[in-house]
């Protein structure tokens, strides 16, 4: 199989603004991963090429980037995946995940990002002395939790959403799955603040479920669902809506 | 070129990193410097469980744990760290529970455990369910949950900052020299106390279950400084990685009940493990895989074996083993269990493979996993530098980077996890009170010096060599000579190449050559640190004349405590070669006595 491996590059060193080298790469085998090709050329071909990765298993984040139109890891998205039939040569273009500023190639800024992150509160509120064992937690309480807790915070989601295009200051999906998680963690205290931050201006209303953030979950998190609870919750109370589903 | 100055540095923001730095900054002021973002690191890549004798669903004791760990190691554990190990993980696990680690959970609410290899009931010799888990994702939880708390605590992060060096005086740390990977400027860390917690060093094999970053750059640099490591020919290789590829198959597939199947439809591991089979320490079962794809016994000949965890094989197994629930009746598991307890493997062999292994065995092979090895320290987390364990004041190091040892010359799975817990703290702890006795000492003139002429010689270099084809070739060599099995021939050829690979780093040629989030010039570093511990790894296994644990050679095939049973120290000699010398082995409660499982 041969893809043409077109990819956005940007040095703000010597570029005065973005743009697409093409690579042709022959004799790949379809079960490799995007993120192999992008390794091939930066060991074999052109040693400036700039990109984040390191577990290549899905599981650190580092790879998230606009590959075909989509955001998705590099290291989970396999050629065959993005091959269509009767081409000579697979078609795939890469790009640096949109709504961040471009640091150089395929890596972005993902400052404003973890800030967003930062200001939910992201870390278990319970001021109680704690047992002299675990707190006790039943599976079905657990359950509830579950999908939000899958997030490595790539930006998959959040760069894939026209609200956060539009205006980002809007918290984004990441930032309201990982509140999620805490909000609808029976041992938590914090619900409350964390829901008044999210029913601010930047907070949970920008989401339009456009849907797009599910789609571009690597992990298969239900983000849209999730942003529906905490927007349940806001209106009815973090108790109510934990007993939706 | 910037200094900054704390009371205790921080390198590396894994597991065992932020464990310390949680504890470290409740006393005095500390900083986190991490080549990646803290929430990238490859703590996080950890599935299976982290061991801790709860007992939440059978009877279980820290002891067990204790000797499962020692005889795991073949002895070569120093013994009073395991015990500080084992007692310790029951605390870290009820401290990270409380922290919000979302644990799996019984039916009556509490943190939920499964089996793993090497842990038992040390009287009925059966595996007990120790391994506490988040599904199949307990080290990105522990990761997620630690970073959170130090969010909490308002610890100061440096993310994606490339430690380069350590500052010294006369063989005392002052702190270390790091380059801000976006801006390419070098920044001096001025510290009274710094931690080393850089992780493992993988990427000195070709397939390995290690992520990029994974390049052993403390090590390297504690070796170039004229300190030693320990116990670097002990290297694990865990037996299931996806075939071709190494990423990780949790051993809590076989918890699960999922056995290994040979090119004969065979479960072979009751040949080599006739007591608790599939769930024999990791160094056992690859190489068991290993002699069956020798004999021609692979999956249609060829280097790889099965593992199988669908229902209808691990239930017609768990009958023919006996297997029953406490209540006397049989032990099941559905393909919604599998879904529910192991969906990232689910995952990944879905994407990677197009497996599904609720239907079909997944392929595998044994992958470079997990050092054992280190930076030798004492029970708080101190570095030493000789035989008799001497201290270096102001010098730490935690987690795989470290070498405590209570892993020896095999750890057992979920070990890594409360190592890094139960050590992180105690390192954590007695840097605060190291700091609060301690004064800062004078930076010497230009501490950065020698780094950034380094630097600038890789990135002006014009030779040509590309980095990656030292780095691929080095890779080649170390699986085929110093992997599951080992001779002398082979070592001494890898020793050879290895040499010839090192006198190469002087004519590297990069293509970038500039400032700004440079990777090509952090490569080439790093592959040299990659050259620089396959030299001592390899020295120390061709002088160590026995099998034990994860070093198997095939030329002398036993143990021998009465001339082995000791420590590897290697230390790189001015002129470049490696000096080995030897420590002994902490004993206490257990005398060492044949392995068998």
Redesign the interface.
Known sequence: MNVQLGIQRF????DAKPYWQSFLITQVDP?ERVLDLLKYV???V???L?????????????DAMRINNLNRLAC?T?VQALARPNTERVPIRVQPLLGLPV??DL?VD?DPF?EHY?SII???V?EQE?P????????E??AI??DG??C??CACCTTSCPSFWANGRYVGPAAIVQAH??IF?S??TGAAERLAVLDRKTGVWRCRTVFNCTEACPR?IDVTRLIGEVKLAIAQGPRRAGRVR | MQTHVFDAVIVGAGGGGLMAALHASRAVSTAVISK??P????T??AQGGVGAALGNLEEDRWEWHAYDTVKGSDFLADQDSVDILCRGAVEA??EL????L??????????AQRPFGGHTNNETHQPVRRACH??D?TG??IL?TLY??C??NRVTFFDEFQILDLVTVDREVRGVVAVEI?TGEVHVFHSKATLLATGGYGRVWQITSN???LTGDGNAIVLRNGFPLQDMEFYQFHPTGIYG?G?LITEGVRGEGGVLINGLGERFMPRYAPTIKDLASRDVVSRAIYLEIQAGRGIEGKDYVYLDVTPDTVNRYFKLDGKRNPDGTWRRITGADIESKLP?IA??TR???GVDPVRQPMPVQPTAHYAMGGIPTNVDGQVTVDEYATPVPGLYAVGECACVSVHGANRLGTNSLNDLLVFGRRAGAHMAIFCREASLQLLPADPAARVKARMDQLRSGKGTV????LR?HLQRVMMQHVGVFRVEAGMQQAVREIHALRSQVDDIR???R???????LLEAFQTQNLLDLAEVIAAGALARHESRGAHAREDFPNRDDRNWLVHTLAFRRPDGGTELRYKPVVIARYQPRERLY
């Open positions: 040095n703000p060193e010597n079960a930066k060991a074999h052109d040693g400036t700039t990109f984040r990765h390191s577990c290549a298993h899905g599981v650190c984040g580092s989970k396999l640091v150089k890596v993902m973890y930062r992201p870390f278990l319970n704690a002299g064992r675990e707190r006790l937690q039943s599976p309480e657990r939790i579950d807790t899958k490595i915070l998680r805490f963690d041992r938590d298969d | 990646l973002h929430l990238r690191s490859h996080g890549a696990v009820i529970e409380h922290m919000g979302p644990f799996d959970r019984t039916p009556d609410g509490r943190i988040a599904a994702r990105h939880m997620q959170q708390q969010l909490k976006v992520a990029a970053a590829m990423i990232d995952d990944f994407t990677y493979l590309r980095p990656a084809a691929e990069l293509d970038d500039g400032h700004r989030f440079n990777t090509d």
